[in-house]
């Protein structure tokens, strides 16, 4: 068990460009989530996968932004058109069975939109 | 207001102290609690976990829940420097698995 990993671990990019993020989960986790956090605030909730099915996704979560899991393993998460506003770390935890609430985030992709 | 609200610190206490950290929520629904330490420029990594009210322990960690007051605590015993790092809680209601979490107090544990 190798635990939650992210790619890439940090992104520079310019205003308007489009980014790409991937997380693999724990493999034996079906749920898997995206959250956003800014210097000085806990993690924000963006989006959560049950298996391949996107089941909730917060406002935050502009038009701009998509996620996917086509298979239902690892996740990517996209912003077009990035602003800087856009600038924050993207976390991704995973969480296992029905009725297992604990989330394990892996170490984040910190985004800088220039 | 926020629906959960912790003071963001920066909290400063000698080594061997007892650290409590606390957290209030607005939703009386919330029924899943979680603490997460994080260190600067790393992701969160999960301390405790506990449902509903009680008291659960871990080692030097004790999590604490007062569903009557809407008040989470955890309690580090024999801090140490390596423990110097940021503690978020967070809470979510039957339901759904989308966790709020706390903005996070600075916890700096002096040598």
């Known amino acids: 068990d190798t635990g939650v990993s992210q790619d890439p671990r940090h992104k520079i990019t310019k205003r308007g460009q489009n980014v790409t993020f991937r997380c693999d989960p724990i493999s034996e986790h079906n749920r898997l989530y995206w959250y956003r956090q800014t210097l000085g605030q806990g993690p924000e909730f963006l989006t959560y996968f049950q298996n391949e099915a996107q089941l909730e996704k917060s406002r935050l979560l502009s038009d701009r932004f998509s996620a996917e899991r086509p298979k239902g393993s690892f996740s990517t998460l996209e912003i077009q058109r990035t602003e800087q506003g856009d600038s924050a770390m993207y976390l991704c935890?995973?969480?296992?069975?029905?009725?297992?609430?604990?989330?394990?985030f892996g170490p984040g992709t910190r985004l800088t939109v220039t | 207001q926020k629906e959960v609200e912790q003071d963001p610190g920066p909290l400063s206490v000698p080594e061997g102290a007892i650290v409590s950290l606390n957290c209030t929520y607005s939703?009386?629904?919330?029924?899943?609690f979680m603490w997460y330490r994080q260190y600067s420029r790393k992701g969160p990594e999960l301390l405790m976990y506990?449902?509903?009210?009680g008291n659960k322990e871990d080692g030097r960690f004790t999590a604490q829940v007062d569903k009557s007051s809407k008040y989470i605590s955890l309690f580090i015993r024999d801090s140490q420097p390596s423990d110097s790092a940021t503690y978020l809680c967070a809470t979510s209601r039957s339901g759904t698995y989308k966790y709020i979490f706390g903005t996070g107090t600075r916890l700096k544990v002096l040598a």
């Open positions: 506990t449902y509903s009210s």
């Open positions: 935890a995973s969480s296992g069975l029905d009725g297992d609430y604990e989330q394990y």
């Open positions: 939703n009386s629904a919330f029924q899943y």
